[in-house]
């Protein structure tokens, strides 16, 4: 059976985008949480080269029924022409904390 919690990943190359970001999908109830982290060296292929970048890592805690909303406001919504958005499953995990984020996220 899938997990009925996600973290969804992030990128965003100023802080102030992050925490913008941040605030906007608590705001419509998409996340229960969101670290901000870094910043941090990303390394990646870009129009044919590697390139380099220091970003700040969003790990969005969500619901997996909340993943197509969440994907379709990231895309929107996100400053880059193709944004990280990658959705690790939430296998195992204290109780209380995944009922909050039951709670806290609009189904």
Do not use: Q
């Not at 965003?12 to 941040?22: I, Q, T, V």
């Not at 870094?38 to 969005?60: M, Q, R, T, V």
């Amino acid at each position: 059976m899938p997990s009925p919690y996600l973290v969804v990943l992030t990128t965003l190359s100023k802080r102030s985008e992050a925490r913008r970001l941040s605030r906007l999908l608590l705001r419509e109830r998409l996340a229960a949480c969101v670290n901000v982290l870094g910043p941090a060296e990303s390394s990646f292929w870009w129009k044919g080269k590697i390139d380099h970048a220091k970003e700040y890592l969003l790990l969005i805690k969500t619901r997996a029924s909340s993943f197509t909303r969440l994907r379709r406001f990231l895309e929107k919504n996100h400053p880059y022409d193709v944004p990280e958005i990658v959705a690790l499953p939430i296998e195992k995990g204290n109780r209380s904390y995944l009922d909050w984020i039951k709670r806290s996220v609009r189904a």
